[in-house]
């Protein structure tokens, strides 16, 4: 058995806003100290059910942020920036299933630093279900076959989860209180939490199944402000929606889409005037 496990760093346990996910601040150490220790509570976990392969992305910001040194031995890790797929890099139809550690919601929903991607999106479409970084995940997950069994973040982002994956497990161990603040299970208390939902996700994988992408998707980008349209559009195929700040891209599958919205958004960060 072959597991994925796709790491980010706003919905690790105990974190309640930026100054522990941005490298530049002071509680930076901190955030990195507890996302190694819930993947390692997530690789113990798989290990222990009979996982021959866990492989890691780093899936938050430069995508750097895991102690190395600290990591459990039995996984193997991608790190570092740029990857063609950012937050699913490595994931292919060779394993049996993912899992998303440390989510969040997505942009311009109630959540702790919830987003999509960069803070200069308001939404993600895939044709017109809005979705945000798990959802656009678990499509490029469904593209080859593989389900997502597990999601462990915020409340919100486990809510989001069960709205878009049926039977998907998923482990809160923390509630949003605002966008930054919130009521947090203990490390402890969150790494045994992960461990039990770990488990029951892997016994209970026949009955989740793919997230299916829309075949030829169109990808829609709303964005916080017309410059940022601006920019996104100088990605040649894509088009303004007149009178919104909305760029559409029309992909022939969602791997493109993926690598579009990659695009789109790297441009639409070069706005200097907000």
């Not at 040194?69 to 890099?89: N, R, W």
């Not at 499509?139 to 997502?148: K, L, Q, S």
């Not at 939490?193 to 989740?208: F, H, P």
């Not at 760029?247 to 022939?252: D, G, I, L, N, R």
Request: proline share 5%; net charge negative; glycine share 6%.
């Amino acid at each position: 058995m072959k597991l994925y496990v796709s790491v980010d760093m706003e919905g690790i346990s105990g974190i309640p806003d930026h100054t522990y996910v941005d490298s530049g601040k002071l509680n930076y150490p901190i955030g990195r100290m507890r996302m190694t220790e819930e993947t390692n509570a997530v690789i113990e976990a798989a290990h222990r059910f009979g996982c021959e392969e866990i492989l890691i992305n780093d899936s938050h910001s430069k995508m750097n942020n895991l102690l190395t040194d600290d990591l459990h031995p039995e996984a193997s890790l991608i790190t570092g920036d740029v990857k063609p797929f950012s937050m699913v890099q490595g994931l292919d139809d060779r394993f049996t299933g993912a899992m998303f550690v440390g989510y969040h919601a997505r942009a311009a929903q109630f959540g702790v630093m919830s987003h999509s991607m960069t803070f200069g999106v308001r939404n993600f479409f895939i044709n017109d279900v809005a979705v945000g970084e798990l959802g656009l995940n678990a499509f490029v997950a469904g593209h080859f076959g593989v389900p997502i069994l597990m999601v462990a973040g915020d409340d919100q982002a486990c809510l989001e989860a069960e709205a878009l994956i049926p039977n998907v497990v998923t482990a809160p161990v923390k509630k949003s209180i605002s966008r930054s603040a919130v009521q947090s299970l203990t490390p402890t208390k969150a790494n045994h939490l992960i461990q039990e939902q770990v488990t029951t996700a892997l016994s209970n994988r026949d009955d989740i199944k793919p997230l299916t992408p829309p075949k030829k998707p169109t990808l829609r980008i709303e964005f916080t402000n017309y410059g940022e349209a601006e920019w996104a559009n100088l990605m040649p195929g894509t088009s303004i929606e007149p009178g919104t700040t909305i760029v559409s891209f029309q992909a022939k599958d969602i791997l493109e889409a993926y690598q579009a919205m990659l695009v789109m958004t790297e441009l639409a960060m070069q706005t200097t005037f907000k």
